[in-house]
């Protein structure tokens, strides 16, 4: 199994401000990269009351500087402003990566579309008409693009006549084949995963007890003859001591109250342990692979997205949480039958 | 005066071809040499659909450059913001000055290559009307304002209050266009000093008529500059670069015109030649340090209080290229800082 941690936001919560919120990021995809975790997220969100980062490349970029290794994950908002800009981004960002990119795109939710001034029927069409000039936009060859939305190059009166009818997007990406995950946080988006024969990204909105279908499903769509990876985000918090969910259920809360105000998920979160039961990872470094190894053998869970900082946390709190679960957790899904004695140190 | 040092563009030319993700490195440590020499800022430049890869992207360099360094300002010389769509550019803004903590220099252009607003599918002849739009909603994002009346409001607000704005001054419309809000110019490097003088003036004459302070607005221009200690050396080793540099785009993307307006690109070599050679020999600053200063004491005399320094000419090596910004840094900054002073 893989791991990843995140994605991140930098939203501004308690005593932790924007500016720290996104030291704290910094630092902790560092630590992420010793830890020898395979990736790091970030993600992005418009017009929120949190100051949730609205450019997830800008971030990402940020954290290319400070790492060499670690694969770096975006999950920008597709389909509501020209699909280019976010080719374009994307190439960008694989280049200052080296090569480390991977690409999720995620669904706007209503405010984002009505702030966009997109008709909220057109939108999932409009999704996937992007999707389709990013595939070409990083292709090596010119490309033109005729849809519903989008023309490419558009040959508009009084400019220059394109004699070659195309496009060139630059520069291309380093990696030949842009890895592209889909986030399946709509129906959209896994119909999509399933007819691309794309890794699927299910999220913190889905249950556990969810999965099994989800996967199923995709499984039954999809024209992929090689098993796709399955890719899952938990919130995760490891603590060697006292209750730990009375360390951050506060936090982890919070973000589902986001989710269902943002139109993402419908639930309640008065009762945090029934809430995190169904979905996150917790507890001592023992109980924590209990759950994981639980959910590998219901799903093969190829890699595991650790969203381990709750907004609002202190860096003290996430490095205990994370040096944790890299030392004690992480090694035993290296290796089904990793000798007890590694793991104790000899 | 002071100075911050351009351009990159992240090209591999068919001069200078080099491996794009090696070009993004050099970007880190160049600015991390820019930063450790003391330089103000490190700017960037957009363009788009160009076979040797031009930077499309700024925000995203932008926050790279972000953490590669601590201290140093991240310039967009500039972001040609006609061809975006102007919510996503604030939310980049927003970020990156965010991501930075406040050390983000907004330089926009109105952009001029057809090919570009047309790949985009938005009509060239609507930039400047696209321009002022923008304008706005970055002014209604920096303020936490409704983009317009019930428009979104764009989060975060950036650290800046305000996000220093640069406008790229080609023309007499841009630079009114700048006066009238009060934000910081870029002149052109294809503007000799007197014209550099003469758009300052009707800078402050446009702010005035309109009301606005312009005590504290910053005069920049771009201006090719490099430094060594051998005048002969310079001339042998950059004059060429920056000819076949200049010669390459000028041509590709008809950017200057000739005496009578009209665009010049590779069908009118010999006047295309003659402008490039204008460039080099009336408005860059090669030479020995001592050259330099004058040059650069020149322009502020005609008003210019800031330079983006071009030292950056795409087919140097790293070695070079860091060589002549500590010159430029330690020679000539000194210099005319003291200028200011006096």
């Known amino acids: 199994m893989r791991f990843g941690l995140g994605p991140f936001a930098a939203e501004a919560v308690g005593k932790v401000g924007a500016t720290e919120a996104y030291e704290i990021i910094s630092d902790a995809v560092v630590l992420a990269e010793n830890l020898g975790f395979d990736s790091a997220w970030t993600a992005e969100r418009y017009f929120t009351r949190d100051g949730y980062c609205p450019s997830a490349f800008v971030a990402a970029s940020a954290l290319a500087a400070r790492t060499d290794a670690i694969r770096l994950g975006v999950l920008p908002i597709l389909g509501l402003s020209h699909p280019l800009y976010l080719a374009e981004d994307a190439a960008t960002f694989d280049n200052l990566a080296a090569g480390r990119a991977i690409i999720a795109p995620i669904n706007a939710v209503a405010h984002e579309i009505a702030g966009y001034e997109v008709d909220a029927g057109e939108y999932a069409d409009r999704f996937q008409e992007s999707l389709d000039v990013l595939f070409s936009a990083w292709s090596a060859r010119p490309f033109h693009h005729q849809g519903a939305t989008?023309?490419?190059?558009?040959?508009?009166?009084?400019?220059?006549?394109?004699?070659?009818?195309?496009?060139?997007v630059t520069p291309k990406p380093v990696q030949f084949e842009l890895p592209v995950w889909l986030g399946g946080f709509w129906e959209e988006g896994r119909s999509l995963a399933a007819h691309y024969g794309l890794p699927m990204i299910l999220g913190a909105v889905t249950?556990?007890?969810?999965?099994?279908?989800?996967?199923?499903?995709?499984?039954?769509?999809?024209?992929?003859?090689?098993?796709?990876?399955r890719v899952l985000i938990r919130d995760v918090y490891v603590s060697a001591h006292g209750n730990p969910l009375d360390e951050c259920g506060e936090a982890f809360a919070r973000q589902f109250d986001n989710?269902?105000?943002?139109?993402?998920?419908?639930?309640?979160?008065?009762?945090?342990?029934?809430?995190?039961?169904?979905?996150?990872?917790?507890?001592?470094?023992?109980?924590?692979?209990?759950?994981?190894?639980?959910?590998?053998?219901?799903?093969?869970?190829?890699?595991?997205?650790?969203?381990?900082?709750?907004?609002?946390?202190?860096?003290?709190?996430?490095?205990?949480?994370?040096?944790?679960?890299?030392?004690?957790?992480?090694?035993?899904?290296?290796?089904?039958d990793l000798p007890i004695q590694i793991l104790r140190g000899v | 005066m002071d100075i911050g040092i351009g351009l990159w563009g992240m090209q591999s030319t068919r001069s200078a071809p080099v491996a794009h993700a090696t070009l993004y490195r050099r970007l880190a440590e160049d600015s991390q040499v820019a930063e450790d020499l003391g330089y103000e800022s490190l700017w960037l430049t957009e363009h788009r659909f160009w076979y040797d890869g031009y930077l499309p992207s700024l925000l995203a360099a932008g926050g790279y450059m972000a953490g590669a360094t601590t201290r140093l300002r991240i310039g967009t010389g500039c972001l040609l913001l006609p061809?975006?769509?102007?919510?996503?550019?604030?939310?980049?803004?927003?970020?990156?000055?965010?991501?930075?903590?406040?050390?983000?220099?907004?330089?926009?252009?109105?952009?001029?290559?057809?090919?570009e607003f047309d790949g985009l599918g938005i009509h060239r002849k609507e930039r400047a009307q696209r321009m002022e739009y923008a304008l706005d909603v970055l002014a209604a994002a920096g303020a936490g304002r409704p983009i317009h009346y019930g428009g979104p409001v764009i989060t975060p607000r950036p650290v800046q209050d305000p996000v220093p704005i640069w406008v790229a001054a080609v023309s007499d419309?841009?630079?009114?266009r700048a006066a009238r809000r009060g934000l910081d110019i870029l002149l052109s490097d294809a503007h000799d000093d007197q014209r550099a003088g003469e758009l300052v003036e009707l800078y402050k004459k446009t702010a005035d008529e309109h009301g606005v302070d312009s005590t504290n607005v910053r005069f920049g221009i771009l201006r090719y500059v490099w430094v060594d200690d051998s005048a002969a050396r310079a001339e042998a080793e950059v004059v060429p670069r920056l000819r076949s540099f200049l010669l390459e785009q000028l041509g590709g993307w008809r950017y200057l015109s000739d005496e009578n307006g009209n665009a010049l690109g590779f069908e009118q070599p010999e006047k295309l030649r003659m402008a490039a050679e204008g460039v080099i020999r009336n408005n860059a600053a090669i030479g020995t340090p001592d050259t330099v200063i004058r040059k650069l004491r020149a322009l502020e005399s005609v008003g210019v209080n800031f330079v983006v320094a071009r030292s950056h000419l795409v087919s140097q090596t790293p070695q070079q290229l860091h060589h002549a910004m500590e010159l430029l840094a330690r020679e000539v900054a000194p210099a005319v800082a003291t200028t200011r002073k006096a």
């Open chain 1, 259 to 336: 989710y269902r105000e943002w139109g993402l998920w419908s639930g309640d979160t008065s009762d945090v342990a029934a809430l995190a039961a169904d979905r996150m990872i917790i507890g001592t470094p023992e109980q924590v692979i209990e759950q994981i190894r639980e959910l590998d053998e219901a799903h093969g869970i190829d890699h595991l997205i650790c969203r381990m900082h709750f907004p609002g946390m202190a860096f003290p709190q996430l490095v205990a949480s994370m040096t944790l679960f890299g030392r004690e957790v992480m090694p035993v899904f290296k290796m089904p």
């Open chain 1, 150 to 168: 989008w023309t490419i190059p558009a040959q508009l009166d009084g400019h220059t006549e394109n004699t070659t009818g195309t496009v060139t």
């Open chain 2, 83 to 115: 061809q975006h769509d102007p919510i996503r550019v604030a939310q980049g803004v927003a970020a990156l000055d965010q991501v930075s903590n406040g050390r983000l220099d907004f330089g926009v252009a109105l952009g001029y290559r057809d090919e």
């Open chain 2, 173 to 176: 419309a841009a630079v009114k």
């Open chain 1, 207 to 229: 249950g556990n007890s969810a999965l099994g279908e989800l996967w199923d499903h995709y499984d039954a769509r999809t024209h992929r003859e090689i098993r796709a990876p």
